[in-house]
């Protein structure tokens, strides 16, 4: 017989997107419970079928009575690489990432864009995961409810610890031992004979000094299950692929130089930082089996997505909701001030680094141009006396010309090293975890929690239990932000001085030149 299952709470779905419109108390039909992510799939008495939350139901009996809902383990339809003996990651033979993925128990849960693929076999209702709230693709609302079900304890080299910072607001607390990575000595290798070839580069970080071969497929694997674990936090944004042209010198430098800029921002996280699959990636130089010991451990990581935040040690305060959803509406309004702002740093530093190396060295060739000419009708006079004033003028048009050509080359000194930063930015603000719908939903069941409360719908430790756990979710996010804000502070700090050091020099050098030029006159023969 068809599972039954009540509605607690009322939930207004997109419907265009096969989502059920249910109010609270109606009772539904299941008809898959494997859709995923915490979506169910069922059919009200009109018939009518689509996607609810499982968090938003109890299954029920016969009678009516609330019966325990199946438990929704993690993982429960895994998809990865091929783990076996032939796994290739653990020798310079071959990288472990050219193998099809197989279908296996016990691997990592599907990625984003699996999932959205595995919806058209799925019941009745096709759906496209990443249009859901979230609130909800983030698993905040299924931890937030109580929905979220782990199998092992969290230990305490699990714990994330949120502790205050000195301005009285929630902070990650501190990586103890805080490290930098070199990205250095790309080297191009193949496999297979020689039939596939690609770049390898030696990842050295501070607190070893050891260098590990890694290949950027391998961050493509590291910046997935960084995603697929820490569904809640800032991941910052690889570099991006690139199909052709990939064995250029200047490109393989750039991606050296973003791979390292990637590395260690990740190694500033206090979270990021620590976490066990960072620091299996960046410190095993080992070939044999704790290298793939380690591997498999990060695929079969339990604390992923919903399951990360029982292992947030909540502060010893009370967080108070109210004020933490006006900060995270203050973060989300200058997130998109900033955006728009950098975005125009941008255009106008890619418009002056045309115009460097376009129209301002133009005019100043066009000047070498004129004055060389000048120079060049006085030489028709032989005497003595005329000669250095043609050499001083030759000499001024040449300076113009060097000074043009320094117009050329100077935004690689100034303006491209900054426009790293600004698109890194753009990356990280366009990826940031939408803070603001996430708190509000979180918000929203707080104040859900307590109107059940006053009515007498739920019990008192049930909804303690929710606001303790709205609270943990309110204290990461605010320790999300705090990290991002004084990271900004640095970083901008660091890359005007590093501009503006740049621009003294470039027009220093200039004004070198410039007096070099005028002192060829002060050399003239008077008459």
Known sequence: MALKARILYDFDGDAENGELVVSEGAVLTIINQDIGDGWWEGQLPSGECGLFPESYCEIISDGGAAAPAPVNQVGGQYSQQDWGDDDDWDNTQQDGFDDPPMEREGARSLSPGERSASFSKAGTVRKNINRFSPFVKTGTEAFVLGAVSIKSQVTAADQIKIVISPEGVPMWEPNPDPYTVEVRDPEKKSKFKGIKSFMAYSIVPS?????????????????????????????????DKQYYGRYGEEFVEKRREKLQMWSNRVARH?????????????????????????????????????????????????????????????????????????????????????????????????????????????ELEKEEYARSLTEAMLFTGDTYREIGALHAEQPRNDMLPSLDILKEYLGLIHHF???????????????????????????????????TRSEIISAALMAEIYHFQHERVVDFRDMMKFFLTEQIRFYQEIVTKLEAALARYHESTDL
């Open 433 to 467: 975890p939408d803070v603001v719908q996430i708190h509000r939903g979180v918000a929203g069941k707080a104040k859900d929690c307590d109107k059940m409360k006053e009515e007498g719908r739920i019990d008192y430790t049930d909804a303690s239990d929710i606001t």
């Open 207 to 239: 607190s070893t000094g050891r260098p590990v071969s890694r290949r950027y497929k391998h961050y493509d694997w590291l910046h997935d299950r960084l995603e697929e674990k820490f569904t809640a936090l800032s991941v910052p944004p690889l570099p």
């Open 270 to 378: 206090p979270v990021l930082s620590r976490s066990e699959v960072i620091v299996h990636f960046f410190l095993c130089d080992d070939e044999g089996s704790q290298w793939k010991a380690g591997k498999r451990r990060a695929e079969k990581d339990e604390f992923i997505g919903q399951n990360f935040f029982p292992t947030i040690q909540h502060p010893e305060v009370t967080i108070d909701l109210a004020l933490a959803e006006a900060a995270t509406e203050h973060f989300g309004m200058f997130l998109l001030r900033i955006k728009a702002s950098l975005s125009k740093m941008r255009v106008k530093f890619i418009d002056h680094c045309n115009q460097m190396s376009g129209v301002f060295m133009g005019e100043f060739h066009k000047m070498a141009g004129v004055i060389t000419g000048v120079a060049q009708s006085f």
